[in-house]
Nanobody
């Protein structure tokens, strides 16, 4: 079992920055690929970014590439995502997810554990 708790969301103006965190407890955080997904009101959950168990591999959705940076600290069982140049369309609940493999994946069904989410709101 892996428990995930997100934090760091909030309200920011367009063009601003935020960093969200995902603290993990339980089994084998360091063996798992991790990811961020998001869900905006009235829309389906979508992939944002993923990182491999070591942090060496990362992959981003085209909509955030160059603006968001995913990272992890295995010693602290924590994953992060820095978000720069935020846009109103980035407004969503951001969820972290722990995978069933050590690798990156943008597919939701490769993730067995999900956090409760943290709200990010970008005003125009």
């Amino acid at each position: 079992q892996v428990e995930l708790v997100e934090s760091g969301g909030g309200l920011v103006q367009a063009g601003g920055s935020l960093r969200v965190s995902c603290a993990a407890s339980g089994r084998a955080f360091t063996d798992r690929g991790m990811a961020w997904f998001r869900q905006a009101p009235g829309k389906e959950r979508e992939f944002v970014a993923t990182i491999s168990w070591s942090g060496a591999g990362t992959y981003y959705a085209d909509s955030v590439k160059g603006r968001f940076t995913i990272s992890r600290d295995n010693a602290k069982n924590t994953m992060f995502m820095g978000m720069n140049s935020l846009k109103p369309e980035d407004t969503a609940v951001y969820y972290c997810a722990a995978g069933t493999t050590p690798y990156t994946s943008q597919r939701p069904y490769d993730y067995a554990y999900w956090g409760q989410g943290t709200q990010v709101t970008v005003s125009s």
